[in-house]
């Protein structure tokens, strides 16, 4: 079975801190993907990484920035902690484009 | 920009009815579309994945049909259970998968 792991499930910040949310996977997948999840906004794609050391933009990345230097691992860190960045993070990973993506349980983070 | 739609947003049903979730997107240029299932404050599961050259796919009690040329899909699921509650998310693909934003199921014992 493939397994997503991401390193909390629960997180509480102060505004101004970085933060660092870790997701690892162990299947060989090619691809990881950040999403965050808010009530009535759905999922929405922060940052997803094609290979190692390869990064690309989704639809909300301001205010983060990624990092791939294994293929397994795939960090998402918010530089400074905002308020309005309080939500569920959601890590995903899957072999190639058009492949399931297979999500980890989710980090639910608040931003005090 | 594509735009995926799901109704209804919340649906209740007692035990054993068979169910339909819709599913609708904008843009019939995908790749692929997938359901998932979320169980409060957890992360998504794979459920079904349809290739834009299938019409459907089955696993067990779920059933999911895709009409890429009017921008539909639905999930059936059969002879609900207890179990089946949950948040069922529709997502297409195309370079990225852009989600709906789901329906909430209840299935009442």
């Known amino acids: 079975d493939v397994k997503v792991t991401q390193s909390s499930r629960y997180l509480v910040k102060r505004t101004g801190e970085k933060v660092f949310l870790e997701c690892v996977q162990d299947m060989d997948h090619e691809n990881m993907f950040w999403y965050r999840q808010d009530p009535g906004l759905g999922l929405r794609l922060i940052y997803f990484?094609?290979?190692?050391?390869?990064?690309e933009k989704g639809d909300i990345p301001e205010g983060y920035s990624v990092s791939r230097e294994k293929k397994e691992r795939f960090s998402l860190i918010l530089e400074s902690a905002s308020t309005n960045q309080t939500s569920m993070y959601l890590c995903?990973?899957?072999?190639?484009?058009?492949?399931?993506?297979?999500f980890g349980p989710g980090t639910r983070l608040t931003v005090l | 920009k594509q735009e995926v739609t799901q109704i209804p947003a919340a649906l209740s049903v007692p035990e054993g009815e068979n169910l339909v979730l819709n599913c609708s997107f904008t843009?019939?240029?995908?790749?692929?579309l997938q359901w998932f299932r979320q169980d409060p404050g957890k992360g998504l599961t794979s459920l079904l994945l349809?290739?834009?050259?299938?019409r459907e796919q089955t696993s067990g009690r779920l059933n999911a049909s895709l009409d890429k040329s009017s921008g539909r899909s639905t999930l059936y699921i059969a002879a609900s259970q207890p179990g089946d509650s949950a948040t069922y998310l529709c997502a297409v693909y195309r370079n990225k998968l852009v989600f709906g934003a789901g329906t909430i199921l209840r299935v009442k014992s």
């Open positions: 843009d019939s240029a995908i790749y692929n």
């Open positions: 990484s094609y290979d190692v050391k390869m990064k």
């Open positions: 995903a990973s899957s072999w190639a484009d058009t492949d399931t993506q297979y």
């Open positions: 349809i290739q834009s050259s299938q």
